[in-house]
């Protein structure tokens, strides 16, 4: 052990699994960061696709502040009313019938994934286990999530990987076909917009049929919306967009919390039929504090206001984009994604495209494909995306000389 003060703080006793941009913030306001030595930052990342209303939202800060002083948590072994409320909002507003909360998006996949299984057990299928993922695919960090993840480097040196899982090419209909055809299996599961690997959008044609796929050969079809879901593409649910691909059971996190850690796994009364009393739990999944922050975020974010915003913004977004693309065809590829879940594949290393950003004052994240996102709040004016167009044509200017030099 050694001693840092805490007005001197280093990384020393942080383990290493993040690689930090060197840059740390006191205060967010609604789209701004300001970072502790004193720059204001444009905020395109939003807390990666999480701050789903900016920061410091009033409503969110005053539904923390009054459930703050009632009650945070007791535990799952009573009555939540909170919770039940949240639970009829998410249903009333989706094809769930149930909802089980967590604390993040990887553990509303592993309750997904248990879901799925246990489904087929109560079914009489117990043989019925193999579960379907694609390439490219992010599901989070635990055993089960980076087993049903596409990116092998996420399983690589953790010991042997769990059996039942197999990714397959995203798009490749006649691969699902043979999945689901396979009489082992459990669900498929994929993000309608894939968010880490690099903002891949299903097609709304796609949505349906590898619904259809699934429905006829009774196997379930699980959705994580944790980065999609909440607004980010324009609806509620990214699967909304499509005409009948209404999933059995579905993933989200990230904005429902709008910052505040909380998740959920919903499901069809029947997908869920294995989920009984003893079989799966959580301590603080669903406590009073998340709740009230979550039943907040959920009004705000499901309301024409704020989904109109992100498909007007995003429609500017994608226009304008296009432009920098051809004006700038050195640098950028390709534009991509959809709503608020923008991505933009660069020639230049994306790594190195983020810090020409940061040095104009915009934060954007990075995915895979050599991808940038653009994951802003979902309440951004149409005059900030503007800012933020002017801030990514300086950077690609910058990205240019770069390679000239
Ligand atoms: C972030 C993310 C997860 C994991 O969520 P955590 O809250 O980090 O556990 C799972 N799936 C997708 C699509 C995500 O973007």
């Known amino acids: 052990m050694s001693s840092s003060t805490p007005s001197n703080p280093s990384q020393q006793h942080i383990m290493g699994v993040y690689n930090r941009a060197p840059l740390a913030f ?54 939540i009313p909170e919770q039940e409320e949240l639970a009829d909002k998410l249903c009333a507003n989706s094809f769930a019938d149930v909802v089980f909360f967590t604390n993040s998006g990887t553990e509303a996949i592993e309750c997904a994934l248990k879901t799925a299984r246990k489904y087929h057990t109560a079914n009489g299928q117990p043989e019925r286990i193999e579960i379907f993922g694609f390439d490219g695919s992010f599901h989070g960090r635990s055993y089960a999530a980076v087993n049903a993840s596409g990116n ?133 999944g669903g406590n009073p504090l998340a709740m009230a922050v979550g039943k907040a975020a959920f009004d705000t974010i499901n309301t024409p206001e704020i989904l109109d915003n992100v498909k007007q913004v995003a429609g500017y977004f994608t226009q304008q984009l296009n432009g920098l693309k051809d004006r700038f065809p050195d640098v950028i590829v390709d534009i991509r994604g959809k709503g608020f879940l923008i991505g933009i594949k660069l020639i230049p290393n994306n790594r190195e495209f983020m810090v020409l950003a940061r040095d104009e004052k915009l934060l954007v994240a990075g995915g895979g494909d050599n991808c940038v996102r653009l994951l802003p709040p979902l309440n951004l004016t149409v005059e900030e995306a503007s800012e933020a167009i002017a801030k990514l044509e300086k950077a690609c200017e910058a990205a240019r000389a770069k390679v000239a030099a």
């Open 152 to 284: 092998p480097s996420y399983v690589e040196g953790f010991g042997p990987r769990l059996p039942g899982y197999t990714q397959l090419t995203f798009g490749d209909i006649e691969a699902i076909k043979a999945a689901v055809a396979n009489p082992t299996t459990a669900a498929v599961i994929i993000e309608p917009v894939q968010g880490e690997g690099g903002a891949r959008a299903m097609t709304e044609a796609q949505l349906n049929e590898l619904r259809q796929l699934t429905r006829e050969a009774g196997v379930l079809l699980i959705y994580d919306e944790v980065q999609c879901g909440m607004g980010r593409t324009g609806k509620l649910f990214a699967y909304e967009w499509a005409s009948d691909a209404a999933p059995d059971i579905m993933c989200i996190a990230k904005a429902l919390g709008g910052g505040f850690p909380v998740g959920a796994c919903l499901a069809t009364a029947e997908a869920a039929k294995g989920m009984t009393v003893g079989v799966h739990g959580s301590t603080f």
């Open 26 to 79: 006191e205060k967010g306001r609604g789209a701004r960061l300001f970072s502790t030595d004193g720059d204001v930052y444009l905020d395109c990342v939003a807390g990666i696709a999480t701050d789903g209303l900016g920061h410091a939202h009033p409503v969110l800060v005053e539904a923390l502040k009054t459930q703050g002083e009632k009650l945070w948590h007791v535990s799952n072994i009573y009555r």
